[in-house]
């Protein structure tokens, strides 16, 4: 089953999306893959930015599945990343890296030393998974920026 994972500079509505990656997305991939374990362990924006930019040509060489470049444009039918499995971020006010899920209430520091994710019941996800279903970027969902124009309704009604 495929997953896919957006990745972005900053965090909130006016984070800038740097490419996405659609696939066998999943923690250990990104602890395995050297230049997606790098984007997790930078600690500087040139250096994530960097790993980013390897990981979407490098996942395809591994054949976990496809990157995807900005310049080709946003690649998910929905509007923004809070239907995707996994967002990943460098906030350059914080100087770390950030995960969190689809409908995310909240963000997980990266630790650089010792890189994981959070285990266990899904700390990050959304409380109320009918809510989530309904819109994935209704409130508690962290802010994130619309990338296509959001439809007078979601969550599989027509608009």
Not at 61 to 88: A, F, T, V
Not at 123 to 151: Q, T
Request: charged letters at 20%.
């Amino acid at each position: 089953m495929s997953s896919y994972t957006d990745f972005y500079l900053g965090r909130g509505e006016n984070a800038d999306w740097i490419g996405s990656l659609r696939g066998e997305c999943y923690p250990d991939n990104f602890l395995a893959v050297p230049p997606a374990r790098l984007a997790l362990t930078a600690t500087t924006e040139d250096t994530f930015r960097a790993a980013v930019a390897d990981v979407l040509l490098v996942w395809e060489d591994e054949r976990l599945g496809q990157g995807y470049r900005p310049e080709l444009g946003w690649p998910w039918p929905w509007y923004s990343s809070h239907n995707s499995s996994w967002i990943i971020t460098f906030d350059p006010e914080d100087v770390a890296v950030f995960v969190t899920v689809g409908g995310g209430v909240r963000w997980h520091r990266i630790d650089p030393h010792d890189p994981g994710f959070p285990e266990g019941d899904d700390p990050l996800g959304p409380p109320d998974i009918n809510a989530w279903l309904r819109d994935p970027a209704a409130p508690p969902s962290v802010p994130m920026p619309l990338m296509r124009e959001k439809p007078a309704t979601v969550g599989g009604e027509a608009p």
